[in-house]
């Protein structure tokens, strides 16, 4: 079965420094998502793509967080620098159309200390 | 992955029982709805999805039902076995990218 990808599993980092997240959306997929989830918020949703543009980030801090595509293989999340309040699992998704089923990774479960 | 909020609702039942999941979802324009699957450490998992001209659709095991006037979504699994211990979320969206989803439910169960 075609799956999303996510690197690493697992992130334990000191605050301050910089945690760069990958995935790797399912062939032939051109929208990509990013999602956070944590015990109080539940799923939400950071930023997507749709052929490589980013289309929404109105869920992303600005400040601290850039999402990128740098081809259709590839996306990234970067946080920098990181704070404990960042600690979550950060899910990436892809898909086609709208309407049509959003398919997950395994997630990257991220600790700051 | 992590499991949503602290008083996650829980349905326990018997292994071999159907089980009934329930979600009351917020927009009443929404046209999209999907049920997902995520058990522990891993990412939510697509079961099955239904659009709004529909108020019934069945899968393997699964059946999703709509009912637009109560806003009301429902996940019956039938024959529920030990691998459907998960936490269960139901996601609506109205023409769009953007999956709202709701809170979930854990479903235990025990031989």
């Known amino acids: 079965d075609a799956r999303v990808t996510q690197t690493p599993r697992h992130k334990v980092t000191e605050m301050g420094q910089e945690v760069t997240m990958r995935c790797q959306p399912i062939?032939?997929?051109?929208?990509v998502f990013w999602y956070r989830q944590t015990m109080m918020q539940g799923l939400e949703l950071l930023a997507y793509?749709?052929?490589?543009?980013?289309?929404?980030d109105s869920g992303m801090p600005k400040d601290r967080f850039s999402a990128e595509m740098p081809d259709a293989t590839l996306a990234t999340l970067k946080i920098q620098p990181s704070e404990p309040r960042d600690s979550a699992v950060y899910f990436c998704?892809?898909?086609?159309?709208?309407?049509?089923?959003?398919?997950f990774g395994d997630g990257t479960r991220l600790s700051i200390l | 992955g992590e499991n949503v909020g602290l008083h996650l609702p829980t349905l326990s039942v018997q292994e071999g029982d159907n089980s009934i999941i329930n979600c009351a979802y917020s927009?009443?324009?929404?046209?999209?709805f999907i049920w997902y699957k995520q058990e522990s450490g891993k990412g939510p998992q697509f079961i099955i999805d239904?659009?709004?001209?529909?108020d019934k659709r069945q899968g393997q095991r699964v059946t999703v039902l709509l009912n637009k006037t109560v806003k009301h979504l429902s996940l019956q699994i039938a024959a529920t076995q030990p691998g459907d211990s998960a936490v269960y979320f139901c996601?609506?969206?109205?023409?769009?990218?953007?999956?709202?989803f709701g809170t979930g439910t854990r479903l235990q169960v025990f031989p």
């Open positions: 927009n009443s324009a929404s046209d999209y």
């Open positions: 996601a609506e969206t109205l023409n769009t990218d953007k999956l709202i």
């Open positions: 062939l032939g997929h051109n929208t």
């Open positions: 239904i659009r709004s001209n529909m």
């Open positions: 998704a892809s898909g086609t159309d709208s309407n049509q089923p959003q398919h």
């Open positions: 793509f749709r052929n490589r543009a980013p289309l929404d």
